[in-house]
Every structure is written in C-alpha cells, then in structure tokens.
C-alpha cells in the first residue's frame, strides 16, 4: 500500500486547481478522457460565441471577419508548441484517419522508388485500414508490412518508403521511443510518420527533434475537443515545399476564390487542406485549447506519471494477484493510462461504469483506465480503487446486464 495519503497528495498538487475549468458532473469519476475528453467552461463559451455571434449575426460575413477561414492554420499554430512543431508546420482539419491517408500518400510520392509501408501489427484498426486503402489506391505496387515493434529493425529495407506507428498504444499505454525509431528509419532512407492519437496533451513531445518527417493526431482525447472534433497534422518544414495532397480540393488551392479549373496547390501547410473548415467543431477546440495556455506539460506529465504509479499500487495492495498489469511500470515507457488484462474485463468496466466510474473496455479483455492530470485528483483514484474492490468482492461483472455488448466499449 502506498504510503503518501490521497488527500496529502491532493494539497501538495500545483495543478488541483485546474479541475475547475472542466465540467465534470457531481460523484463522477472520469477514467476515459483518454477515449472523449470532457467539456471546459471555455470550449463551451467558444462555441456559443461561433453561433450565437458569428454565424447567427455575422452569417456569411464570418468567413472574413470571424476568421473562420483561418482556423485551421490559427488553431494549429496554437496547437503546436503542443508537440514542439515550429510556427506554420501544424494544420488542424479533417480526422485523423483522414489526415493519416493524406500524410501516407505523400510519403509514397516522395519516395517513388520504394514499395513498402511498415507498420506495427498491434498498431489501431484504423491505420491498417487506411495503410491498406492507399496501398491500394496508389498506381503503384505497393506493399504494407506489419511487423512487431520488436522486430521493426529487421522489418527495415531499402525498398521501405514510409513507416507508420502509433506514439501510444491504445490498448496498453506504452510509450515509443520517437527519437530512436524516427533515427532507425531514416538511417534506412524511409521516412517516418506518427499517430499522435494518445500523446497529444498527455506527454510532452518534440516532433521537430525527434525526428518526425509527419504526425497527426486527435483533437476529442486529450485536448478535450468534443465528439469528432477536428485532427491535426505536422509536416516537418523541411517537407513543406513539396508537400502533395492526394484529396486535393478548393481549399487547398493557392488562390481559391479565383475558382480556377486547374488545380494550383496553396503553399505550406494548408496545402493538406481539401474542404471547407468544419467551424464549430473547430470552435470547440479553440476553446478547449485554453485549458492549456498556463500549465506546463512537464507538470502534466509528472503528475500523469504520479497518478497512474499511485492506481498502480492501489490496485496491486488492495486486489493482490487479480489484475495483470499491461501497461509498462517503467515510466520512460507508459503514457498516461493503465490497462489490466482480465477474463471479465467487459462486466467490470460496466459495473464500475454503474458506480459512477468512468473507463473502457478494448478487446477482447482489457479494462482501460486513462488519467488526465488536468482534472483528475489522488482522492479520484482512491475512491475508484475501492469501487474496484466491491466490483470484486460482490462478483458485480457476473450480472447479466452487464454482458450485454454495448455498440461503443
Ligand atoms: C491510435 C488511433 N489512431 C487513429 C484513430 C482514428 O481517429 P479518427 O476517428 O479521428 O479517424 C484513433 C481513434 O481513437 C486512435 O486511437
């Protein structure tokens, strides 16, 4: 058991403050804002702003006077000190899978020579989907290779264009090593982009000198951005004059209001830009954005590391030998969730979720729990732990409502 009490720790926390810019409602214990991050007072008084000002009054005008048609490249200026991108290397549109495919396709293009793709076999669903779509959607023979993380080495040729790996993996909460990896691939002539998904506002990141050529990342996780709030994507600034859009669209052209028949990429970034900017979504995000302006992401990181240790050794002290541990106990290798491998991870999570505590499920037996330093404190972790123990010590999982297979885990 740990010896330091929830409630010292508490006090002693320089950003328990910070709770008090989210919503989050009464009794409710939130262990997923690794999944939907929660809404703040200042997203909300963003978007009530985009509609009730800008576009109920302003209308049409907005595009002009609201800046609307400059979010994309505003909010990823905002964004990238984020993940240590330079001004002008970050754009803030689409999704991510979408944003992705756009960065993969230009990968392809800018090493026309080569016909593999690499990425990790126990990298998400939806990047293989997408690896495989552009695979296939290119004119050329192209090959995706999944290899283990451990093997991605020996995976490495000079027939390699592009690697793909996910920063944090979504199951476990293991943290890659950007800079080692980003070193290997290029030492192998391919280049190397990076799912941001699970890092973004819960680790510090440099992409610039760690190496990344590309990254993306979402923006309804961490950043607390909304339902399907917009994604983000770097391009390092030594790509950015030959970056391509392979969904090339009005809006991504240099002068679009000169509707012009033949396609002219705009320059820099917002060349990855296709469509119309999505202006509450991205709204939203401006606004959840502003939860970050006075924290650091060292403290959000110390803290991130502090919680998950303390739920670790809660849950090992008070359910010795139950739970296998998925997650890395080294802290140069976990981000900022805890996952416990379980037969009956599915009925816990649903009974804990019943109890007023909030976390997920990922196939096929994995109970995920994610720790946001922002608005999360010691005295949460505590009291879910013991919910933890009832869940356990009354069988809880067993009842057969909570079996029922819900769309979303
Ligand atoms: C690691 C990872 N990559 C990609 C995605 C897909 O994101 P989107 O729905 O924005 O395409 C997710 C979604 O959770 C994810 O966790």
């Known amino acids: 058991m ?10 002693a926390d320089s950003l328990a403050n910070c709770r008090d810019k989210f919503i989050i409602p009464d009794g409710l214990i939130y262990l997923d804002g690794n999944s939907l991050g929660p809404v703040s007072h200042t997203a909300i008084s963003r978007i009530h702003q985009a509609v009730t000002h800008e576009w109920a009054t302003g209308l049409v005008r907005s595009w002009n006077a ?36 756009k960065l993969l396709a230009n990968a392809l293009a800018l090493r026309p020579d080569r016909h593999v793709i690499v990425t990790d076999g126990d990298n998400f669903h939806s990047d293989f989907y997408i690896a495989d779509g552009v695979a296939a959607a290119t004119r050329r023979e192209i090959t995706v290779r999944r290899t283990t993380r451990a093997a991605l080495a020996e995976a490495l040729d000079d027939d390699v264009a592009v690697v793909l790996l996910t920063h944090v993996d979504y199951r476990s909460g293991e943290l890659l090593d950007m800079r080692g990896i980003s070193s290997c691939v290029h030492e192998h002539g391919a280049l190397m982009i990076w799912d941001l998904a699970h890092s ?49 669209g009005w809006l991504g052209h240099a002068r679009p209001f000169d509707f012009d028949s033949t396609f002219e990429k705009a320059s820099g970034i917002r060349a990855l830009v296709t469509s119309s900017p999505s202006v509450v979504g991205l709204s939203a995000l401006a606004g959840a954005l502003d939860a970050f302006d006075d924290v650091s992401l060292d403290d959000i990181r110390r803290k991130s590391l502090d919680l998950t240790d303390f739920f670790i050794a809660e849950v090992e002290g008070r359910l010795p030998g139950l739970f296998e541990l998925v997650t890395p106990r080294d802290h140069d290798r976990r981000a900022s969730q805890v996952s416990w491998r379980h037969d009956e991870a599915y009925g816990i999570v649903q009974a804990l979720i019943s109890r007023g505590v909030v976390g997920d499920f990922r196939a096929p037996n994995i109970a995920r729990f994610g720790f ?35 769309p979303v885990t």
Request: proline letters at 8%; aromatic letters at 10%; charged letters at 15%.
């Open 372 to 406: 946001t330093p922002l608005y999360l404190s010691f005295q949460d972790v505590e009291v879910a732990v013991s919910h933890l123990v009832e869940v356990m010590r009354h069988r809880e999982y067993a009842d057969p409502a909570y079996r029922q297979k819900n």
């Open 200 to 248: 973004t506002g819960a680790v510090p990141l440099n992409v610039l000198d760690d190496g990344a050529d590309f990254a993306a990342g979402c923006g309804y996780k961490y950043l607390n951005g909304g339902p399907g709030a917009p994604a983000f994507a770097y391009v390092a600034p030594h790509w950015l004059a030959s970056l391509t859009n392979f969904l090339p």
């Open 66 to 101: 609201a800046g609307w048609m400059d979010l994309p490249l505003s909010l990823g200026n905002r964004l990238a000190p984020l993940i240590g991108a330079p001004a002008d290397t970050v754009i803030v549109t689409d999704t991510l899978t979408i944003l992705i495919a």
């Open 2 to 11: 740990t010896q330091i009490s929830a409630g010292e720790r508490d006090r």
